[in-house]
């Protein structure tokens, strides 16, 4: 057993190291320009702050994973995240496809970057108008523009679609749910960008072994950084929103 750190050979050291540096990597830069999805995850943190605006009640996250949106939603009476996978951090275990809750319960419900994982579309959507409240509110956040994510053993998910704002629209109306709002949260360099240092990250560097892939991360962060700021300067100048990267629809129950 590794008491420890000067009980530990050369290489369980750099193990050790080589892990804090993942660590820092994927969590603690989260938010950052050093970080590949910096104008992913702003993006959508912004239209959070937006969505919070129509939030109320009893606040259902569908999919919830470990509640990034925890903080943003504190002006609701309370919040619930249910999720099927094993590694999030749900108040109940449970599928979309069947939520455990009874019917109209839910004055709002949460369904971030789930939509192009689940392959019954139509089921899902009538899932969350059954445990709707009358008047209750949908804020969905889904993909419209991303490269094929593939998922680790940990997840046994696939990812099935990609949805234009008239194909949420479209959606939205068909379950009778009312549009309140439809918005773009990318334009096309930020989402290009983003899309570019997803593959530095990833594809660029899958065929390394696990140490050399974390070494390249870390020599990456400098040029994440400037890929960042370019297409923030360039996006300011011209924002074209049909390239977006990801949409969001809130969208309210009819009564």
Not at 95 to 123: G, N
Request: glycine share 6%.
């Amino acid at each position: 057993m590794i008491g420890t750190t000067d009980e530990m050979n050369p290489l369980d050291r750099l193990k050790q190291w080589l892990k804090h540096v993942n660590h820092l990597l994927a969590v603690k830069l989260k938010g950052s320009p050093l970080h590949p999805m910096y104008h992913n995850d702003k993006g959508e943190y912004l239209a959070m702050l937006d969505a919070s605006k129509y939030a109320k009640g009893l606040l259902v996250d569908l999919g919830c994973g470990n509640r990034p949106y925890y903080e943003v939603f504190r002006n609701v009476d309370k919040y619930i995240g249910i999720d099927v996978l094993p590694y999030a951090k749900p108040d109940i275990y449970g599928t979309c496809l069947d939520i455990p809750l009874r019917d109209k319960c839910a004055d709002t419900v949460l369904l971030i970057q789930v939509l192009s994982l689940i392959p019954e579309t139509s089921h899902l959507v009538e899932e969350i108008r059954r445990i709707l409240k009358p008047g209750g509110c949908l804020v969905l956040v889904c993909t419209q523009n991303y490269p094929t994510v593939i998922f680790g053993k940990k997840a046994p998910l696939f990812d099935y679609y990609r949805f234009t704002r008239h194909g949420l629209r479209y959606i939205a109306e068909k379950h009778d749910l009312e549009v309140a709002l439809i918005k773009q949260l990318n334009g096309f360099w930020t989402t290009q960008g983003y899309i570019f240092n997803t593959y530095l990250s990833t594809d660029s560097i899958f065929h390394f072994p696990k140490p050399v892939q974390i070494f390249l991360r870390l020599s990456l962060t400098l040029i994440y950084f400037a890929i960042n700021m370019i297409t923030t300067f360039f996006e300011k100048l011209h924002f074209v929103g049909r390239y977006a990267g990801n949409n969001m629809l809130i969208a309210i129950k009819k009564q």
